[in-house]
T-cell receptor
Framework: SQTIHQWPATLVQPVGSPLSLECTVE??????LYWYRQAAGRGLQLLFY??????ISSEVPQNLSASRPQDRQFILSSKKLLLSDSGFYLC???????????FGQGTRLTVV | AQTVTQSQPEMSVQEAETVTLSCTYD???????LFWYKQPPSRQMILVIR??????QNATENRFSVNFQKAAKSFSLKISDSQLGDTAMYFC???????????FGTGTRLTIIP
């Protein structure tokens, strides 16, 4: 069976500090991977998606970046966090473009 | 660009009643997929139901059913015999065939009142 792991579960970081959120999928190969951010009143905002190693599409041009160093690993990063980066971050994977997405447990990020 | 609109930020209904959540989307494609997800207080995203645009028959999953109106680009979710455990945020999502992007709406917060 397939599982998705996302960590950490919660994170409190000062403004200007770096960020690294990690997501890994087990039990499948070459999944489509996604990073979403959930903020109050804005639903699930798609940040990045990836169809393969080094194939990453950005939906939101901000101070965030994503990398996929391995087939089943997806990392969300920032060099300098802003207060507006606070939110709930969700990683997800899909088999193909027509299947549903499976989500990780999420990371609550608070930038102080 | 594909967009998904959920015009009801919050709804509440008495237990055992039926409730319908609205969702509209915008696309120029003819083949696509639609999903409803539930996010309970635990914040774990759970798939409720999915619909393929090429299928005319509305999808159903136990107490959950959809009303898919392709011409109107509408995809509403009906919850019958609502239960306390249905209290959650509900998100509508859209994906074009051949496109890996999965777009979500802003969500509807549903509260089931005992």
């Amino acid at each position: 069976s397939q599982t998705i792991h996302q960590w950490p579960a919660t994170l409190v970081q000062p403004v200007g500090s770096p960020l690294s959120l990690e997501c890994t999928v087990e039990g499948t190969s070459n999944p489509n991977l996604y990073w979403y951010r959930q903020a109050a009143g804005r639903g699930l905002q798609l940040l990045f998606y990836s169809i393969g190693i080094d194939q990453i599409s950005s939906e939101v041009p901000q101070n965030l970046s994503a990398s996929r160093p391995q087939d089943r690993q997806f990392i969300l990063s920032s060099k300098k966090l802003l207060l507006s980066d606070s939110g709930f971050y969700l990683c997800a994977w899909r088999w193909t473009d027509y299947t549903e997405a499976f989500f990780g447990q999420g990371t609550r990020l608070t930038v102080v | 660009a594909q967009t998904v609109t959920q015009s009801q930020p919050e709804m509440s209904v008495q237990e055992a009643e039926t409730v319908t959540l609205s969702c509209t989307y915008d696309t120029s494609e003819s083949n696509y997929y639609l999903f409803w997800y539930k996010q309970p207080p635990s914040r774990q995203m759970i798939l409720v139901i999915r619909q393929e645009a090429y299928k005319q028959q509305n999808a159903t999953e136990n107490r959950f059913s959809v009303n898919f109106q392709k011409a109107a680009k509408s995809f509403s979710l009906k919850i019958s015999d609502s239960q306390l455990g249905d209290t959650a945020m509900y998100f509508c999502a859209f994906a074009n065939f051949g496109n890996e992007k999965l777009t979500f709406g802003t969500g509807t917060r549903l509260t089931i009142i005992p």
